[in-house]
């Protein structure tokens, strides 16, 4: 009878747990082929987060936390955009950019994200299109992403002798609140790879 019972417990315990998580497989099973590409909405991983995607996503175990103690609300979750990446977190620096508080590097409970210092996070670089922003073209003062960098002036500041007009240092770590403040509809500054360089192509 012992016996009998103890395997009836050991059963039911571990129904319970496969039913816990059968919610976040199923929903990345059932999740369409996202449309677009992250980097085509640009949307960028948490600070700290691992640099290979695919070893990002199974890293993730979707609980949520980094998302739950962010202080500006700026992570999110893919829902059923992401594919095989829902549940996982992302930024949307158009909407709420990060603050590099790395309040989401210290709960994460696996190695997704990393504490990492504020100075060698890279989430990318901000690129400028010079055919775009208000400065470059001599339609206008802005200067609103040199003012917002939490880094200072070693990521990002002005051309000498022309007021305003803002080039990116190496030093940017990507956090994309310049992209949320700049006030130009057509987003004339983005994050993107680092290897993309912090100018535009098409510009000189």
């Not at 019972?5 to 816990?20: D, E, H, R, V």
């Not at 890293?59 to 103690?69: H, K, Q, R, S, T």
Request: with cysteine; hydrophobic share 35%; glycine share 8%.
């Amino acid at each position: 009878m012992q016996r009998r019972s103890f395997l009836q417990n050991l059963i039911a315990k571990a129904t319970l747990l496969a039913g816990a998580a059968l919610p976040y497989g199923v929903a990345r099973v059932l999740a369409p082929t996202e449309a677009r590409s992250d980097e085509e909405r640009n949307y960028l991983r948490p600070p700290g987060a691992l640099k290979d995607e695919s070893a990002f996503v199974s890293a993730c175990i979707g609980c949520g936390l980094c998302g739950e103690v962010c202080p500006p609300r700026c992570i999110r979750f893919h829902d059923r955009d992401g594919g095989d990446k829902v549940n996982t977190p992302y930024i949307n620096p158009e909407e709420k950019a990060c603050i590099l508080c790395d309040k989401c590097m210290e709960v994460c409970p696996t190695e997704a994200l990393t504490k990492t210092p504020r100075f060698d996070i890279d989430m990318g670089i901000a690129q400028i299109d010079r055919t775009a922003c208000y400065p470059w073209v001599d339609r206008g003062i802005c200067g609103a992403c040199v003012s917002i960098c939490p880094l200072g002036e070693r990521a990002i500041g002005f051309k000498m002798w022309y007021q305003y007009q803002p080039i990116v240092k190496q030093a940017c770590v990507g956090c994309g609140l310049c992209v949320e403040v700049c006030p130009h509809p057509s987003l004339p500054i983005w994050i993107v790879e680092r290897s993309k360089g912090t100018v535009a192509g098409h510009t000189v």
